[in-house]
């Protein structure tokens, strides 16, 4: 192993499992190690520190482990300067660039740290002409001679400054440490996000849904309403799907919302279901049948109502797709971006899609709870890099209920 | 095909399936058919009524194939005279005998019908020596001599008189005609099951509950005690586990109790189990305990203040176990069948074991519902001869909660 | 109940419960039946026929019951001419636009009836100006004026001519009859669909295979590898993850493909993913990565060797894309549409998104298999209207191993 | 916090997350610690070492959390002398009673330190009258006045000699590091595990399948008989449904075999079922049926000619039961624990309840591979203490063809 240099972590290292991570990737990478020093915190509420010196057999595997490890807080303990090349074409970055993690970063050019803008990971980290600032870029949109932050060298990662599910004293959000089941006290969980929800809201910041349809066919549309009439809900990121439902069950109230109302399932498919979307198609907007009086109730009629955002992105299997749809992804990702900033907290409710989608743009300090009854959702999630994910295993239907029942004072499902 | 017999059937064959199931045995058990005559009902509410020839190559299959439709309600035209067989030897019946439904069942030895008490589905109907009664028994209690019935003649089986499924304008008990899923409006579902056992209970009928520990895990033990206190359970079935796991989060309250309050999850294996189930031990029953003011709350506590009967069968997974609980299984079963009577309304909750156990003993008529977060359980209860069963797929902690909340006045949890 | 029109249906109406769902749908959507004549096969190879009169509040509710009783082959006994209406704006259908099912089609005109070329569910039916064609159209893609087929007279819907699933002496392609489950013969099923394969290449057409990436995760892409180049795959459908994934672990081999040979598990969002994406990026294409002697191996490797069409469409959680990934995604809907001539046989492997796509696009005669370690796969694809999909519930690695240990001689991995 | 005690533990305490579990554990049994040493080996082969002190309000609960830790390896520096009181009566341990792990335990009464036979853990530990000997004992099974070691001084948790899981260079066993899931290198994972059958054979030890109904209905019956008759199955533990539905398929092969070789899927509760294990009834067990000529084949019947021993304990689900199925759990639980010696390798297929029953007697240092489409059974299994599980998740009926394949030479089903 010719190749070697010495990094440094700082945190829970242990109790968190993040530097048995860090050693797994080294190893992983065909890399080796040796501990120079660990200095374990004594009590639980203390900080460990550990020095390893990394060493592979190429300089390029070296800097592809250093540049791995920095996904776990491990930075270089010489950071050298970040080295910048340009790049070579449209959608194209340099092939060694530096892809970035979802922690809050800083690049090192003139000696000194200068913070990089937009947390979101796997992109690469632009540096203005002047080198005053550098944000990052996903891949699709770098454009010929941008420059682009390349090897690990000069690239500081931030850890979260505060072990969010360890500090008992601190925080009552730890509901989750010892992984995902659905083997929990949830009626505790509810109250523990709700109260979370209101800490949030207290703090000015907005609250961001992700939703899939199964909301509507849980029949926690309703409480969904309730929660966005409430101003629990700020942002809405979701499909195609979520919107024509709950808009299809709203425009066939009176013959066919018989069935969320008997209690029926929702057959699939049903020829209203396309017609709703060609209604509002007519209409030319999710807004516009609102205006127009067509569309009188649900989830998509309260956020027009209230005046908050939604982004919705279409997918391969969408029917129509509704007017407000992004048809074209890389743009639907660029709208849920543009809506990220002053999101304080996520929730994601029965979509794999979307969350992971937004799991991938979404800075790892923006703390994010994820609801489904399957739990590969959320153990997909937390593989994908957004390991904050709080995961609850539950039914939908039961626990927007109950989070409205927390929440919005007086509801009482009808 | 040299051997041939015509059965009718009467009913909602088409809309309910049944007749396609009659089909399909017949093609499955090597058999032909021809349908001889077929009146369908004009409108949904109307019976159809149907007779089919059944052949086969040979006596025995004939019989075979008779006797597995009387399973879906389909009996001979020409019903015969019940053929009676001593049981060669205890524990032991005759090759051909006459294998039950859980339908109620009726068999003609002097040409009246005479009623089969005690339905249950795969046992035996013994005869008295007088003829004068009839009664399901399992194969594991029948004595050598006793009289067995054998062969599909002379035993008519009688379907539910109503439809239970099908029927909108009689009942509200009908939300999962269309199969079992998580895509529910299940707020509905938890009311409608509330409503349906306030009827139970007004009719002095009894309620049955089927649980497994997860009740416990999920922190639904003070809905289920809050219920038991309302008079809402009757009769509990259960395993060593949800006892054991419901005394010891009473037991060891103070020091680990934190965990469910604090939303910690519940490790598994650990040591205060196995002390808790020794501690009852000690005191030499879980009534004992009661009574020496060793458990002072939960489920079982509650149980035994409210004279409530429970029945807890012990499996090879088992630690201790508890003083209570039935080591051998088949004493476990006569246990159960000894409190079935009264019975109006048998919920089952996270439990697969406990639920497949009972739905073995149960009779058709008795209404069922399966409640759990894995579609599986539901699916094989269905799949094993509970044809009526419901199934709800939601969250065990949720559902229990909302449920206290719908029949409990003034239920909170604090 | 003022309006009413009779249907007739024949086929196998009881034994594949189509006649159940017929009744199911009417009153669902609160109109109401009677049965005037309904004559039933005698012996399980005959059909069976029946005559319905259903009647309905309005005539607009009584025409959608129609419109939704043709998607289980119920048609008008008088069936009228088709009725036709300009779209009113690019984009939107008149408000009672005829919506199709994915079964084959005919309109009446002029007296004679037509057929409706391209057969897909949820599509309106666009007729020429001179009336001398007429074809299925998303609403997407509908122009100001074109003429558009509305209300259910004029149009018939002919069911498949041979029951699929029910004839035991002619196919041995039947193996789901019953449902889903994992507890199924699975030898037996791979064997049947590897010999329905190669019915449906010795018949010259095309096997379409949509794949997800678990396909790469579980090893079986040396598998599907095997399959391509022995003929087995002309059209591929899949995201940019399958071939992301794909190439990722051929570029990286030497290094990180320890991985798959080891057994380790593939961690998600490793750099190198988005690393392999850029590189692709930086050739152009696929096939101009293949060309330059960048990629060397693979899946996708295989499919341009062999000059194999694939349609890769994007979604909102991709990284990069690839260069050759659809980012619109009803772009991507066109291009798999105009792939789909010529395919005689659609496997799906491993993908939800993608299956669903491909079903809302398949017409129903052609045979459909799903195969995914999960069963809501299958369940999702069958409820939306794919009803010929036959679902394998098994390992995608040990499957797709089997397969080509049938397929392709001398097959066996290193 | 009054009470404190220094504890030592040694080994792979970071990379294998056991010194994150024993900080875990003593914070949620309320205690405290402080480490007063941590040395880290500084290669990932080298073992590390760590002392620390843990207080607890009172003695009874440090005695509580020492008890605790020793399942993590953690033992007290000063190890005291263990401390022995008698049994209070038959089948009660004194209340402070040490509870076992399944590691391997010794305890130090005179000085010297003494091996405690037989494994297990939920049991107590048992020193003879005259301090020779010392045993592990579940409680079920104690007599009055034997004595018992109670509190956790003089008891030594000697951890796995070396990590299982994580030395690449000693051993190709290794393949599920970093958790269970689906998507992995399936047809590797067999040849895996088929290589450490030859091995364990090669060295003498027996291996253990312990085995659900589903090997019968996924058509893996033949692939096992193969695997029993080339000995690689010495003891086969299960339950009354394994082997009734095993000897119904052998039993009724004519005319309802037909299911299993067309590709049916088998309905459950046919009463050829409750038929066939009459027929066994009355032959007197499944020896005497094989011997009579009754039963001819399958896997209880290749149990039976090869001479190797089989342990059936019963459940309150069961029909019959077969005559050899042990109706008390505790007497199965026994049986099973005698058929235990000499077995150097556990396989569990596709049955949560005696895979975890079997779980709870097994030593931690006999290998374990559970094999489940489930991810839930392997989960449980190993949450219940059963650390040493390596989780298959995949599809059984091609699992064991794929093994048979590996193992059996000239192995194909027909």
């Known amino acids: 192993m010719e190749h070697a240099m010495t990094v440094e972590l700082r945190g829970h290292l242990i109790d968190q499992g993040v530097f048995a991570r860090v050693m797994d990737d080294v190893l992983e990478y065909s890399g080796a190690y040796s501990i120079d020093r660990f200095d374990v915190g004594r009590h639980h509420t203390d900080e460990s520190y550990a020095q390893l010196t990394v060493s592979a057999e190429t300089s390029e595997l070296l800097e592809r482990i250093i540049m791995r490890l920095q996904t776990h807080g491990a930075n270089p303990l010489e950071p050298g300067v970040a080295s910048l090349k340009p790049a070579p074409r449209d959608g194209v970055f340099p092939e060694d660039f530096y892809s970035t993690t979802n922690f809050d970063t800083q690049v090192r050019l003139n000696g000194g740290w200068m913070d990089v803008e937009n947390s979101e990971m796997d992109c690469g980290i632009i540096v203005s ?106 942002v809405i990121f979701a499909g195609n799907a979520l919107a024509a439902h709950d808009i299809e069950s709203n425009l066939f109230g009176t013959s066919l919302g018989v069935d969320l109302d008997k209690g029926h399932g929702v057959p699939h498919g049903h020829e209203h279901h396309i017609r709703a979307i060609n209604k509002i198609r007519t209409c030319g907007s999710i807004a516009a049948a609102v205006e127009q009086g067509v569309l009188k109730g649900g989830i998509m009629h309260a956020m027009v109502k209230n005046e908050k955002e939604f982004v919705l992105v279409g997918s391969v299997r969408d029917d129509g797709p509704l007017p407000d749809v992004y048809t074209d992804v890389i743009d639907g990702q660029r709208a849920m971006r543009a809506a990220l900033p002053g999101v304080g907290f996520a929730i994601m409710v029965a979509t794999m899609l979307h969350s992971i989608a937004t799991g991938n743009i979404l800075p790892a300090k923006v703390p994010l709870v994820s609801v489904d009854i399957n739990p590969a959702t959320v153990t997909k999630l937390a593989d994908r890099g957004s390991a904050q994910a709080i995961g609850v295993i539950t039914d939908i239907g039961l626990f ?10 007086g509801y009482k499902r009808e």
């Not at 927007?400 to 004072?409: I, R």
Request: aromatic share 4%.
């Open 129 to 234: 002409e002047d080198h005053a600032r550098a944000w990052t870029l996903p891949v699709s949109d770098v454009k010929e001679g941008e420059l682009v932050v390349c090897g690990g060298e000069g690239v500081k990662v931030l850890p979260l400054p505060e072990p969010a599910r360890r500090s008992p004293e601190s925080s009552n959000f730890e509901f989750m440490s010892g992984g995902v089941s659905s083997e929990r006290p949830q009626a505790l969980q509810v109250r523990q996000i709700a109260q979370h929800m209101r800490d949030v809201k207290a703090r000015g910041e907005k609250i961001l849904w992700v939703g899939g349809p199964a909301i509507v066919h849980t029949g926690a549309g309703k409480a969904l309403e309730a929660l966005i009439n409430e101003g629990y809900a700020d």
């Open 400 to 409: 927007c209920e109950q989070l409205a029942g927390e929440l919005v004072v």
